[in-house]
């Protein structure tokens, strides 16, 4: 049984960034103030990830440009996985490199075989600056380097091969949210 807030309970839903803003296509800043602000973005980005539907959220999938992630998501073996990580570093991967389907909240509604190491491990701070290191297997481990990627401004799109790519940036194209969106 979970004892404690609900992650996000307290949150607000704020809008997503979609692909081709220039914030997710950046390198975030490290977070140097460990005050209010932070647990509130903490917490709004709880709400929004289960608001989308997500089992991870980047900051900058929110329009802030600082390295922080939230995830709530199972591994291979479903077993549940949740919380956040403050300046994360992405500090091991491993395991065979698997091809399996990727997915993005601010890529709504596609995805692509995007190839990730089965194993990472992640160190970082909690919003509280306590030192945390997240390790994870299958599932989990390709939300890890999906999170950390965003963090250095690169989108699951970025990891795909010339054909891929392509056909992805095609079905972009024929989005209604796509459509309306600035050449990358």
């Known amino acids: 049984m979970r004892r404690g807030p609900i992650p996000g309970g307290t949150g607000q839903v704020r809008p997503l960034t979609l692909y081709r803003t220039a914030v997710l296509h950046e390198p975030c800043e490290p977070v140097t103030d460990f005050g209010p602000e932070l647990r509130t973005l903490v917490e709004d980005m709880f709400a929004t990830m289960y608001a989308a539907g997500g089992v991870g959220l980047a900051a900058n999938q929110v329009g802030v ?8 998501c199972p ?3 479903d ?3 949740l919380g956040h990580v403050v300046n994360p570093r992405l500090v091991d991967v491993g395991g065979e490199d698997v091809a399996g389907p990727e997915g993005c909240l601010s890529l709504p509604g596609l995805e692509a075989r995007t190839p990730r190491a089965d194993h990472a491990r992640v160190e970082g701070v909690r919003a509280d600056g306590t030192p945390v290191t997240v390790e994870g297997t299958g599932f989990f481990a390709r939300c890890l380097q999906h999170e950390c990627d965003h963090l250095e401004g690169t989108v699951y799109a970025d990891r795909l091969g010339p054909l891929r790519r392509r056909r992805l940036l095609r079905a972009v194209r024929r989005t209604p949210w796509g459509a309306r969106a600035e050449p990358g």
């Open 65 to 72: 440009p600082l390295r922080v992630f939230v995830y709530d």
């Open 75 to 77: 591994d291979d073996e």
């Open 79 to 81: 077993r549940r996985h």
